[in-house]
Structures are given as C-alpha cells and as structure tokens.
C-alpha cells in the first residue's frame, strides 16, 4: 500500500527529482495531484508577488522599542527561595532515610518463624539467610554518609542500577529461584 506524498516529496516532484515508485503513486493518485496543484499554484503566485523591499533602517530600531514597549508589563521572574528549590533532594534523602531504617528494624528483629499460610508453601529446601555482615555493612553506610556536604548528598543517585535485579536472580541457587517462581505464581493467583 503506497502512502500519500509527504511535503518534502512534492516539492521533489516540482523540481523533477521525485522517485519512479513516488510517481507512479502521484499518477495513480487523485488526492495527492490535487494536493501538487495547489502547491505549483501557491510556487506560481509567490514568484509573480516579486521580491519585497527591505525594511526602513529605523524599522529595526522601532520594532524593538515596540518589543520592550510592549513587554515593560510583563514581571520579571523572581528568584525562589533556598528551601524551595532543596527540598526535593531533602525529600529523596529522607524517604532513602526511611528505607534503610524499615530494613534496618526488619533485618534486627528475632524471626518468629512462618504463619500458617506461610508455612504451607514453603519449600522443604533449604534457602540462605542474610549475610551477618549485614548489620556492618548497614553501619558503614551510615558512617559513610556522615560525611557527605548537602551538595554530595543532593549528587548521590538513588535509583537501583538497571540491572541490579537481574543479577540478584543471577546469584539465587536452583532451589532459592524455584521459591521465587513459587511465590511469584501465588502472588499472581491471589491478584486474579
């Protein structure tokens, strides 16, 4: 199916450079001759309205008094105050803050072992706990952002790497992806 002429190719078809596939399209196409006649029209009266006259040397001069003239109305944009532009990056550290304080408190309270619901889909394989490095990688984090200025703190990307997923489910066993894909389905179900 051959699409309509673009504007660029009708004004190839007026200066004779339009494609052999383009012109058997213009040929067999109504919409698309009309469209080029109007354009060899619209060309036509431009060449017969001649060359215009350059401007007056003052109308440059008068058009911007009238620009400022008119624009003299027009508040300027204020500068905005200091917390109203930081706290956005504020924002982001707090709710990073409050991130690492809820694993924090869930990492560093005893387990009291699955429910009852929990306890049926668990797998009699055995999954790997959490590191005990843990809670000193946590405490050199918080050491380590003790140190940083406002300006290193607003800098820090807090997003997730893009594949930092992708390799967590790389390093999971065969027995820790197979829990995955279970709970995973489950999850699926219980939405449905």
């Known amino acids: 199916m ?6 660029d190719e009708f004004v190839d078809a007026l200066d004779g450079t339009l494609g052999a596939d383009r012109l058997e399209h213009l040929a067999s ?10 354009v060899q029209a619209l060309m036509s009266d431009v060449k ?12 440059w001069d008068h058009f911007s008094a009238r620009v400022r003239q ?10 905005t105050a200091w917390w ?5 990056p504020l924002a982001g550290l707090a709710a990073a803050a409050a991130v690492v ?15 009852p619901a929990q306890q049926a889909s668990l797998d009699p394989a055995p ?20 140190d940083l200025s406002w300006e290193e703190a607003r800098a820090v990307d807090l997003a997730p790497a893009a594949r930092t997923v992708d390799s967590a489910i790389d390093r999971l066993t065969a027995a820790q992806r ?9 999850d699926l179900r219980s939405m449905e």
């Open 48 to 59: 017969t309205a001649g060359t215009m006259p350059e401007p007056s040397p003052l109308f």
């Open 127 to 146: 999954v790997e706990a959490l590191p005990d490095e843990t809670e000193s990688s946590l405490a050199f984090m918080s050491a380590a952002a003790s």
């Open 70 to 79: 008119a624009t003299a109305d027009v508040p300027e944009a204020g500068r």
């Open 178 to 186: 197979a829990e995955l894909v279970k709970l995973i389905r489950e």
């Open 101 to 115: 304080a809820v694993v924090t408190v869930t990492l560093s309270r005893p387990d009291a072992g699955p429910g």
């Open 29 to 38: 196409c109504a919409s698309c001759r009309d469209e080029l006649t109007e």
């Open 84 to 88: 109203q532009s930081a706290w956005r």
């Open 2 to 7: 051959n699409t309509h002429l673009r504007s």
